[in-house]
């Protein structure tokens, strides 16, 4: 390694100046061509990076929609169910209510016919009247 080192010196001291010039510029335009060059593949790595995730995010927030749509829709189906069992239940009352409405004039006809039925029985039993006529 100092051999190769001493010749290079050799090499540089034997040269005009002005091609050390131009050496030492050819030298900083390949560094810089190297160095872009290295910059672009990050730049590349890092853009390709960044474009998958972007599309990662954009899958994910597609599948988010889809999953966001399909509770909506069940969130639907289930508030229209729920709108239906209250009708069927108010429509369910209404009839009990009316039955129960015709089973209480159903008892005070029984209990008017029954009262009616024990008078006769005991008028004829007595012989009393009681419509006051006897």
Same mark, same amino acid.
């Given at each position: 390694?100092?051999?190769?080192?001493v010749?290079?010196q050799? &090499?540089?001291s034997?040269?005009? $100046?002005?091609?050390?010039?131009?050496?030492?510029?050819?030298? %900083?335009?390949? *560094?810089?061509?190297?160095?872009? *060059?290295? /910059?672009?593949a990050? /730049? *590349?790595?890092?853009t390709?990076?960044?474009?998958? !995730?972007?599309?990662?995010?954009?899958?994910?927030?597609?599948?988010?929609?889809?999953?966001q749509?399909k509770?909506? %829709?069940r969130?639907?189906?289930?508030?229209?169910? &729920?709108?239906?069992?209250?009708?069927? $239940?108010a429509?369910?009352?209404?009839?009990?209510?009316?039955?129960?409405?015709?089973?209480?004039?159903?008892?005070?006809?029984?209990?008017?016919? %029954?009262?009616?039925? %024990?008078?006769?029985?005991?008028?004829?039993? /007595?012989?009393?009247?009681? !419509?006051?006529?006897?």
């Open positions: 390694m100092v051999n190769k080192l010749t290079c050799n &090499v540089f034997k040269l005009p $100046r002005f091609h050390l010039i131009s050496m030492s510029n050819l030298l %900083r335009n390949q *560094i810089k061509l190297a160095l872009s *060059i290295s /910059y672009n990050v /730049y *590349i790595k890092i390709t990076n960044l474009v998958c !995730s972007k599309m990662e995010a954009t899958m994910t927030a597609q599948g988010l929609n889809l999953s749509q509770l909506q %829709r969130i639907t189906e289930l508030k229209e169910e &729920v709108t239906r069992e209250q009708s069927l $239940r429509s369910l009352e209404e009839s009990h209510n009316t039955l129960l409405t015709r089973v209480r004039e159903m008892e005070t006809v029984v209990e008017a016919e %029954r009262c009616g039925v %024990r008078d006769k029985a005991m008028e004829e039993n /007595y012989g009393l009247s009681f !419509s006051g006529v006897g």
